[in-house]
């Protein structure tokens, strides 16, 4: 099957996610800046759901762009990886009003794992799909990177019963991790094409 | 008519409903996993409204990917269709309130009655105006499928009197039918093409 | 210019319009089937707004499928149409709280007059565009049926002064006369192509 | 890497945004057109908003409507010039308030300068991917109109510490200067195919 509706379906669903985000911060309370302050731990939340989601947007839309088939699975996999993401509007709210609390931030932390843990598999069934010889094998199959962050997802949730805030750190050096996936991609594609 | 900004346009309604689900959860009273324990009644409805939305995309997209044309009726069924999920966000919220109350299964089990029977009626038109020899009428047209399917929603309207609960009981049975709908499609066009 | 990216946009904002129209359906207060209906006025305005909005969109699909260029003024003259649409689900609720005061209805009636001028000279503008002999012109360049819906629009404004709910009757019956604008522009299809 | 998904994810965003700065107009008080000119002040920002968003994905149509090519620089670029964007519904609320306080305001300002600042830089990327030859160069690539925003840009917020709503009135002095940038696109499209 194409991968054109999967795209655009996706497209929509992150798109629609990363937008209602804003819907949360609560106005606030007072004219100034310093009332605005008083808001800052939803701002900083915000803003690391927001990054979170447009890395995962970013990596998405690689890997779709050099592989060619998908299949039911594929489907699948991509829903339950859409669900995880449509958790996000909840998570950053609950966190938000409690970013120091233990409980919101694992809850957070495994929205993250669960929503890498299905890229992972995604990633592969697309190589699967497309076979070993196929470009997405050679850029995205070295999951070293994804074990790595995999683990990362793992102890950011085991900090957190440490020091709670520690989860959304390790969250964060983890998304940093993710911010570059472009060049190897648009290397390969310079040279060969 | 070819059917391109139907699908765009039903992925864009779809995507949208799955996301604004998620407003409804209410942020939970407190910072712990009991806080958010308390909502499990809303948690619960939500995941069973988003499997049941990301089914419907799913066989939506399969059909449509199959078929070639579209006319005025296919639009207008499937403008009816879409007008029943967009109450989902509603009943979903008022039956996650009210997880053993009747009248809100019943009124859940409606719309996907609504949802169901507009379904029914799209694949006939569809079947319709691409032909009976056409890869939809042998994939989709043996109706059998979706005419226990409607059996099944009726069943759990009436169970719903006897136990609401049986309502949302007998609804997942029928969603569960439906999560491998892809099998079929994807054995033909390996066999084919 | 070509349509594609228009066409896009227009179903993002339409289909986002629609979908959002619920999450100003409040939840019944209490589990019953009355007090479901005690919200009876907002549900009918909700399938009064939810039914023109789908309407816009198929005449609007209908319209963009058989032109092929665009251009800058056509572009703002869309943006225009869209911008009342976004309205809707602001006058939707205020008319749902107070479905018989002339106000609110006065104010939804400009609304959807606003929405056809616009799209009436959204239409003058495509056949200007894409040349007096092009199928646009053949098939929407009649206007007699938009100056009706026009004269109706200004009618439903005066009749709200009499009786407020008069301005949502008319209304009604002027959305009747757009919901089979299809079978023209595919009766054409079929006899030429 | 070509342009389709990203114009695809921006028109979404763009269109998400838009649409859901209506969610943030209050139910007036009320069932009088007094009622409703209460809020005359949330209604005004609101429209001015929509207008900037409106012209904003007007400029951004055009610009990818003649460059063939972006890169993961661009994507970033564009990512974060949608966040910027993704502010609107925030500080719309908010200036909306509070339309002649002075914090608001400037805050209001810091987003419309932080969206030009990154459009300035994207437009700088796709120069450089699409090649100074090309039409993107010709037509944008003079920045002296986008130059001239800028200035106007930090005037508006130095214009707040003096009287707060002028922040308003030059960012929407700014706005008209960006209300016709079709014409030149256009010319050049007419002139050469």
């Known amino acids: 099957m194409k991968k054109g509706r999967l795209e655009a379906f996706t497209d929509a669903v992150i798109a629609i996610i990363m937008t209602i985000l804003v819907l949360e911060l609560p106005l606030p309370h007072g004219n100034t800046f310093h009332a605005l302050l008083h808001e800052r731990e939803k701002i900083i939340i915000y803003l690391v759901s927001f990054l979170t989601l447009v890395i995962y947007w970013n990596n998405h839309h690689h890997m779709f762009y050099i ?7 594929v489907l699948w996999m991509n829903n339950l990886f859409l669900f995880f ?24 932390g495994c929205i993250i794992l669960g929503a890498d843990v ?17 470009h997405v094998a050679e850029l995205f199959g070295d999951s070293q990177k994804m074990k ?3 683990c990362l997802n793992i102890i950011a949730l085991f900090a957190g019963f440490i020091l709670p805030i520690l ?24 040279n060969r094409f």
């Open 67 to 73: 592989i060619h088939k998908v299949n039911g699975h």
């Open 118 to 134: 299905t890229y992972f598999f995604l990633v592969k069934l697309l190589i699967k799909e497309n076979g070993h010889n196929s």
């Open 167 to 190: 989860t959304m750190i390790v969250n964060i050096i983890m998304i940093l991790l993710w911010v570059i996936p472009d060049r190897r991609v648009e290397r390969v594609f310079k």
């Open 148 to 150: 790595v962050t995999l």
């Open 85 to 108: 993401l449509s958790l996000f509007p909840f998570s950053t709210n609950w966190t938000g009003e409690n970013l120091f609390s233990r409980d919101p931030q694992i809850f957070y």
